[in-house]
Nanobody, 120 residues
Protein backbone atom coordinates (compact mmCIF):
# COMPACT_ATOMS: atom_id res chain seq x y z
CA UNK A 1 0.00 0.00 0.00
CA UNK A 2 1.35 3.38 -1.03
CA UNK A 3 1.80 5.92 1.72
CA UNK A 4 2.81 9.56 1.33
CA UNK A 5 3.43 11.18 4.70
CA UNK A 6 4.12 14.87 5.17
CA UNK A 7 5.38 16.73 8.18
CA UNK A 8 6.74 20.11 9.17
CA UNK A 9 3.92 22.57 8.69
CA UNK A 10 2.97 25.17 11.26
CA UNK A 11 2.54 28.82 12.13
CA UNK A 12 5.35 31.27 11.52
CA UNK A 13 5.75 35.02 11.28
CA UNK A 14 6.50 36.70 7.98
CA UNK A 15 10.20 36.46 7.22
CA UNK A 16 10.52 33.20 9.09
CA UNK A 17 11.37 29.70 7.90
CA UNK A 18 9.84 26.25 7.86
CA UNK A 19 11.00 22.90 6.54
CA UNK A 20 8.57 20.39 5.13
CA UNK A 21 9.33 16.70 4.72
CA UNK A 22 7.59 14.09 2.63
CA UNK A 23 8.31 10.37 2.76
CA UNK A 24 6.87 7.88 0.29
CA UNK A 25 6.65 4.16 0.90
CA UNK A 26 5.10 1.18 -0.81
CA UNK A 27 5.93 2.58 -4.24
CA UNK A 28 6.26 -0.22 -6.78
CA UNK A 29 6.61 1.82 -9.97
CA UNK A 30 9.47 4.07 -10.96
CA UNK A 31 9.16 7.59 -9.60
CA UNK A 32 9.13 10.33 -12.21
CA UNK A 33 8.82 13.32 -9.93
CA UNK A 34 8.31 14.18 -6.29
CA UNK A 35 7.35 17.58 -5.06
CA UNK A 36 4.99 19.98 -3.43
CA UNK A 37 1.77 21.72 -4.35
CA UNK A 38 -0.22 24.13 -2.25
CA UNK A 39 -3.78 25.33 -2.02
CA UNK A 40 -4.83 28.60 -0.45
CA UNK A 41 -8.43 29.15 0.68
CA UNK A 42 -10.68 29.78 -2.29
CA UNK A 43 -7.92 29.09 -4.79
CA UNK A 44 -6.88 26.18 -6.96
CA UNK A 45 -4.05 23.89 -6.06
CA UNK A 46 -0.80 25.13 -7.57
CA UNK A 47 2.67 23.77 -8.08
CA UNK A 48 5.33 24.91 -5.63
CA UNK A 49 8.33 22.80 -6.62
CA UNK A 50 9.09 19.39 -8.08
CA UNK A 51 12.21 17.35 -8.68
CA UNK A 52 12.55 14.76 -11.41
CA UNK A 53 14.34 11.44 -11.38
CA UNK A 54 17.10 13.22 -13.28
CA UNK A 55 17.38 15.86 -10.54
CA UNK A 56 15.78 18.58 -12.61
CA UNK A 57 13.97 21.00 -10.30
CA UNK A 58 11.08 23.26 -11.21
CA UNK A 59 10.01 26.11 -8.94
CA UNK A 60 6.98 28.34 -9.12
CA UNK A 61 8.07 31.88 -9.92
CA UNK A 62 6.59 33.08 -6.65
CA UNK A 63 8.98 30.95 -4.57
CA UNK A 64 12.20 31.14 -6.57
CA UNK A 65 15.10 32.31 -4.46
CA UNK A 66 13.22 31.61 -1.23
CA UNK A 67 12.37 27.90 -1.31
CA UNK A 68 14.78 25.02 -1.85
CA UNK A 69 13.73 21.50 -2.75
CA UNK A 70 16.00 18.56 -2.09
CA UNK A 71 15.70 14.79 -2.16
CA UNK A 72 17.06 11.71 -0.45
CA UNK A 73 16.67 8.95 -3.03
CA UNK A 74 17.54 6.17 -0.62
CA UNK A 75 14.63 7.18 1.59
CA UNK A 76 12.17 8.26 -1.13
CA UNK A 77 11.97 11.52 0.76
CA UNK A 78 11.86 15.13 -0.35
CA UNK A 79 12.40 18.24 1.71
CA UNK A 80 11.18 21.75 1.10
CA UNK A 81 13.14 24.44 2.89
CA UNK A 82 11.05 27.59 2.95
CA UNK A 83 12.77 30.85 3.87
CA UNK A 84 11.63 34.46 3.87
CA UNK A 85 8.05 33.31 4.16
CA UNK A 86 5.28 35.69 3.20
CA UNK A 87 1.59 35.76 4.19
CA UNK A 88 0.72 34.77 0.63
CA UNK A 89 2.57 31.47 1.18
CA UNK A 90 -0.22 30.45 3.53
CA UNK A 91 -2.10 27.35 2.53
CA UNK A 92 -2.26 23.59 2.73
CA UNK A 93 0.85 22.02 1.26
CA UNK A 94 0.47 18.65 -0.42
CA UNK A 95 3.22 16.26 -1.35
CA UNK A 96 2.90 14.61 -4.74
CA UNK A 97 4.61 11.49 -6.01
CA UNK A 98 4.20 10.85 -9.72
CA UNK A 99 5.07 7.39 -10.98
CA UNK A 100 5.25 5.74 -14.35
CA UNK A 101 3.76 2.28 -14.62
CA UNK A 102 3.24 -0.26 -17.36
CA UNK A 103 2.21 1.02 -20.79
CA UNK A 104 3.44 4.49 -19.76
CA UNK A 105 0.47 5.00 -17.49
CA UNK A 106 0.97 7.76 -14.92
CA UNK A 107 0.05 7.33 -11.27
CA UNK A 108 -0.29 10.27 -8.88
CA UNK A 109 -0.09 9.76 -5.14
CA UNK A 110 -0.88 12.54 -2.67
CA UNK A 111 -0.24 13.13 0.97
CA UNK A 112 -2.91 14.28 3.36
CA UNK A 113 -1.63 17.85 3.38
CA UNK A 114 0.06 19.97 5.99
CA UNK A 115 -1.03 23.48 6.96
CA UNK A 116 1.39 26.37 6.61
CA UNK A 117 0.26 29.69 8.06
CA UNK A 118 2.35 32.83 7.76
CA UNK A 119 1.24 35.75 9.88
CA UNK A 120 1.99 39.34 8.93
Amino acid sequence: QVQVVESGGGLVQAGGSLRLSCAASGIIFSINTMGWYRQAPGKQRELVATISSGDSIVYADSVKGRFTLSRDNAKNTVYLQMNSLKPEDTGVYYCNVRCKGPFSRTYDYWGQGTQVTVSS
